[in-house]
């Protein structure tokens, strides 16, 4: 079992950052391609980011690519995702979420486990 444990969110204006954490219980967490969804009000969740376990590959949506950065630290067991220049349309709840498939992708499906879900709201 893989429990994950969002944090970092919050209430931003347009333009700042944030860095959001996911904690991870699993003594093999190098072993999990990661990944970050994203669910605004009223919006299917999708995908944000990936990174895979093997060779630290990454994979962005192409809404995000250039302002968002994912990154894990095996050694702390944690995902991070680096958000900058945030605009309103990224408000969501963010959520980090596990998978056992080496090239897990942007299918919810791909993934086993998954956090509660950390807030970002955007001010315009």
């Known amino acids: 079992q893989v429990q994950l444990v969002e944090s970092g969110g919050g209430l931003v204006q347009t333009g700042g950052s944030l860095r959001l954490s996911c904690a991870a219980s699993v003594r093999t967490f190098s072993a999990y391609t990661m990944g970050w969804f994203r669910q605004a009000p009223g919006k299917e969740r999708e995908f944000v980011s990936a990174i895979n376990w093997i060779d630290g590959n990454t994979y962005y949506a192409d809404s995000v690519k250039g302002r968002f950065t994912i990154s894990r630290d095996n050694a702390k067991n944690t995902l991070y995702l680096q958000i900058n220049s945030l605009q309103p349309e990224d408000t969501a709840v963010y959520y980090c979420?596990?998978?056992?498939?080496?090239?897990?992708?942007?299918?919810?499906?791909?993934?086993?486990?998954w956090g509660q879900g950390t807030q970002v709201t955007v001010s315009s």
């Open positions: 979420a596990a998978s056992r498939f080496l090239n897990a992708g942007n299918r919810r499906d791909d993934y086993d486990y």
